[in-house]
């Protein structure tokens, strides 16, 4: 269905439907399949649909043709990069997801977010980031669960796990088995379960987990505990809005990223204040409450306060 946008444009409101079911039209995806083509990258000869949820532990022949040369070599560029870690410093890495190649929101709210969280309080470790997206094949590797993975691996080898922190954020459409993640031919789901357990299986202690994807509060329960913080767009069984082309931010974006989180601004209050801003948005567009979900970890919001506060001092 169609509504009225707070900016003035019209733009779709995803129904509360099933992802594979409402993006069954795949003539949306013909261009990126052709840009990802030329741009060197593998696309199998028509899209397969994920159909049950992929386990951590399978996979698909179709999903390993893109576990290649190719995206080691951006993979290993973009791990060069990272700072090394810095003994009794609190060193803040980051890893950022983009997961849907046919709309440039996901990849613009990437870059955005990890901009605003470098401000408030620093990513002074680095970032990776993991998109889908043609226009980026060539110099950045995909957002696939291998490459997911592999960067978690990764930034856990030069980390300092009980010292530092990383933060992982991920920006896609989702449904209620996970987020989407559109590759060229196939689309492939990321659930809950299996980043907690990627995480979990390399140490990382100290994270922030942010989704930003309807359904996301699924990955509340999995990954909460006393030394993580997960904030989500939207609750369990809610979609968000705002994830359409031509728009710079998802609603969440805009409202935690861009509106709330500021040099000093703690996750809470910036979280607080976001949650408002969008339920302010949501009744103008007469929609459903996307009602996003938070937890924070005591033991992790003790550990940020320093760095939040330092930032406020220096108002970078």
């Known amino acids: 269905m169609w509504r009225q946008a707070r900016t003035g444009r019209t733009f779709a409101i995803w129904p509360s439907v099933p992802l594979r079911a409402r993006l ?40 390993a043709a893109y576990e290649n ?77 291998q490459n997911f993975a ?9 980390m300092d796990k009980e010292e530092d922190v990383l933060i992982l954020f991920i920006t896609s459409h989702g449904d209620a088995a996970g987020i989407g993640l559109q590759l060229p031919g196939i689309l492939v789901n990321l659930g809950p379960a299996e980043v907690a357990a990627v995480l979990n299986k390399e140490g990382i202690k100290n994270r922030v987990v942010i989704v930003s994807a309807c359904y996301a509060g699924i990955f509340v329960k999995p990954l909460e505990n006393d030394n993580t913080i997960v904030l989500t767009a939207a609750d369990a069984k809610s979609s968000s809005f705002g994830c359409v082309a031509g728009r710079e931010w998802t609603y969440f974006g805009d409202a935690f990223f861009n509106q709330s989180l500021k040099p000093g601004t703690d996750f809470k209050r910036a979280f607080n204040n976001a949650k408002t801003l969008i339920e302010g948005w949501e009744k103008l567009d007469h929609v459903k409450p996307s009602n996003p979900q938070a937890h924070f970890g005591d033991a992790l919001v003790r550990k940020l306060e320093p760095l ?9």
Request: hydrophobic share 50%; charged share 20%; net charge positive.
């Open 69 to 145: 040369p190719k995206q080691a070599v951006l993979l290993k560029r973009q791990i060069s990069a990272l700072a090394p870690q810095k003994k009794g410093v609190t060193d803040i890495y980051a890893i950022g997801v983009a997961g849907w190649a046919t709309q440039d929101v996901f990849r613009k709210e990437l870059d955005g977010a990890l901009a605003s969280i470098g401000r408030a309080p620093s990513l002074n470790g680095g970032t990776v980031r993991l998109i889908n997206h043609p226009e980026t094949a060539q110099a950045i590797p995909l957002a696939s669960r």
């Open 150 to 158: 592999a960067a978690v691996r990764a930034v856990g080898r030069i």
């Open 308 to 316: 939040f506060d330092a930032t406020a001092q220096t108002g970078q």
């Open 24 to 63: 069954r039209a795949r003539g949306r995806i013909v261009a990126v399949l052709a840009a990802l083509s030329a741009a060197g990258l593998l696309v199998l000869s028509a899209p397969v649909w994920a159909r049950d949820k992929i386990a951590a532990a399978q996979v698909t022949p179709a999903e």
